[in-house]
């Protein structure tokens, strides 16, 4: 018999869109690093094993789908960062040192929360985001009152533009 929990993930994945499958990636290394932490603490070797396993094939696959033709210096970037936490999940495997699982978490999270913000709020270039830069953001702020403008009037420029089609992860 099926698992409907299963099921219904496989449909979750089968119908996301690339944007929501990179989320998703993101989400599921860093659940298996915390995984990982758990088993590193409760000396259950097998079950850290396996958890970074899993955070490694998917930090791996990552990698793989990386458009260097496309993404260019931001592709490059990404690549070293990715072989950075395999080397440190790895370094973490051997050495049961905690604080490489962590290094790596605080990684995932941060590339995790930068591609949720690109991908949930897409904006002209040169538009800083505000939640990932709030001070730069607010100098932009302030930069368009003092020309006279506020963020409605961005907006109502954006609107008019041609569109751009739908936002396609390249990276």
């Not at 290394?29 to 590193?40: C, D, E, N």
């Not at 973490?92 to 995790?112: G, M, Q």
């Not at 932009?140 to 751009?164: F, H, I, T, V």
Request: hydrophobic share 40%; proline share 4%.
């Amino acid at each position: 018999m099926t698992n409907p929990y299963k099921q219904y993930q496989k449909t979750q994945v089968v119908t996301a869109s690339r944007e929501k499958i990179l989320l998703m990636l993101y989400e599921g290394a860093i659940r298996f690093t915390k995984q990982a932490r758990v088993g590193m603490m409760e000396n259950k070797v097998a079950d850290k094993g396996k958890a970074i396993s899993k955070a490694t094939a998917i930090l791996s696959e990552l990698m793989a789908t990386l458009d260097f033709k496309v993404g260019g210096q931001l592709a490059q970037d990404l690549e070293n960062l990715y072989i950075f936490m395999i080397d440190k999940l790895i370094e973490a495997n051997i050495h049961n040192k905690v604080e490489c699982l962590d290094d790596v978490e605080r990684l995932l999270n941060t590339l995790y929360s930068a591609w949720k913000d690109v991908i949930e709020n897409p904006r002209p270039d040169g538009v800083p985001s505000p939640i990932l830069q709030p001070e730069e953001f607010k100098k932009y702020r302030d930069q368009l009152a003092a020309e006279g403008k506020d963020m409605s009037d961005l907006k109502r420029q954006n609107e008019n533009e041609q569109p751009r089609g739908n936002l396609k992860v390249v990276a």
